[in-house]
């Protein structure tokens, strides 16, 4: 993610949200209106980044799993690596302690992947040192080149959740908001992990937590979301028209709509462009 410079001169003015610049993955072509995961292939020369700094940016693998940056242990199926819970009208896998705000304006992905294993992993990680690692190491599995200040794309973070998190996790660009959040509840609700999120268009990230339903999405199509609990890691950092609220938060699907929206990346076209982008286990 990066800081808008040009909003960070509206937010001095009172007039806008101060937000994070998220770029970068492509559906498949021909992706139907319930959308085919989007495959994440790092394209690890598109970075902007010299050989050195991406060395130094890679955790490396046989690092011990108590290491805050260490790759996380990962299941072969994030729908199936997990028992299903019983069913008592939704679910919100947030607790005290696991939130963080991000470090920097750049840091939001980070942030959010930090929350997350804090979540899955029963940790109280919040150090900057977790973020920065996370945040280089997503740059380095960027699909485009983009300059530092523009950080980390769609395809990075989703290589950071399947390389911190879980293998399960997937990127996801969905036609239409309903569509969108369906897919996401069925997903965390099968894994008990949290989802990602792109809001403001691409600008900025958050992650869903929790949600509640007139029937268990696991089980069968005839469910009606009712709310969903939200998570965006500029809380403590900022909070101006929403960004972010305080964690946790329950929103209706209507209040989502007003964050999760399409993607538009003015300074460059991309091939998700119009699609609701989010990562999911």
Known sequence: MRWAEERWNRVVAGTLIATLLLVGCAPAA??????????????????????????????????????????????????????LSAWTGGIDVYRAGVFTTQKTWLWCTAADIQITRNIVFHRTDHTAASQRAYFSWMRVHNKYTLPLSAGVD???????????????????????????????????????????????????AWLITG????????VGASFKITSVRVVGPLWGLQSINGYDMRPDTRLTPAQLSRYFTPWHYAPQRMLWDGKYVSVQP
Not at 35 to 47: C, E, F, G, L, S
């Open 30 to 83: 021909g992706a139907s209106d319930t959308a085919t995961p989007v495959a994440a292939t790092p394209n690890r020369t598109a970075t902007g980044l010299s050989a050195a700094t991406r060395a130094a940016a890679t955790p490396a693998r046989s690092a011990a799993a108590s290491d805050p940056v260490a790759p996380a242990p990962v299941a072969s199926s994030g729908v199936t690596a997990l028992a």
């Open 154 to 204: 769609a395809q990075g973070w989703a290589a950071g959740f399947q390389h911190y998190v879980n293998a399960g996790y997937k990127l996801y660009a969905h036609k239409t908001f309903a569509e969108a959040l369906r897919s996401a509840v069925i997903h965390l609700r099968r894994t008990n992990r949290p989802v990602g999120i792109t809001v403001d268009h691409g600008n900025h």
């Open 211 to 218: 949600f509640t339903a007139t029937a268990d999405p696991a």
